[in-house]
């Protein structure tokens, strides 16, 4: 299983970005798709979730903010990300768990992409 995570990069305070993490190879079916953020010297922590039913959950930091969706045909998860302040800055990761064609359980980690607000 692979990863791909686009859409971080430079923004003004009060800005939106969005984040994909598109998930593909082997895959049968995808349940809980999440990002989660890293500062330097602490936990990854989760930034907002979403299950196979669509039930999410999100960082009360982010709530009212952020929406997390994801497109089951695509294996691809999103986070618009608005009125950003600069302590959103961060490595967001995202996080895919499901099972396989071969009835193995998978949890991946996409490569970081980096948000930045500042002025």
């Known amino acids: 299983v692979q990863l791909q995570a686009f859409g971080g990069g430079l923004v003004q305070p009060g800005g939106s970005l969005r984040l994909s993490c598109a998930a593909s190879?082997?895959?049968?079916?995808?349940?809980?798709m999440g990002w989660y953020r890293q500062v330097p010297g602490k936990e990854r922590e989760l930034v907002a979730s979403?299950?196979?039913?669509?039930?999410?959950k999100y960082a009360d930091s982010v709530k009212g903010r952020f929406t997390i969706s994801r497109d089951n045909a695509k294996n691809t998860v999103y986070l618009r990300m608005n009125s950003l302040k600069p302590e959103d800055t961060d490595v967001y990761f995202c996080?895919?768990?499901?099972?396989?064609?071969?009835?193995?359980?998978?949890?991946?980690w996409g490569q970081g992409t980096l948000v930045t607000v500042s002025s």
């Open positions: 979403i299950t196979g039913d669509f039930s999410t």
């Open positions: 996080n895919v768990d499901g099972l396989l064609l071969n009835h193995m359980t998978f949890d991946y």
């Open positions: 190879g082997s895959i049968a079916s995808i349940n809980v």
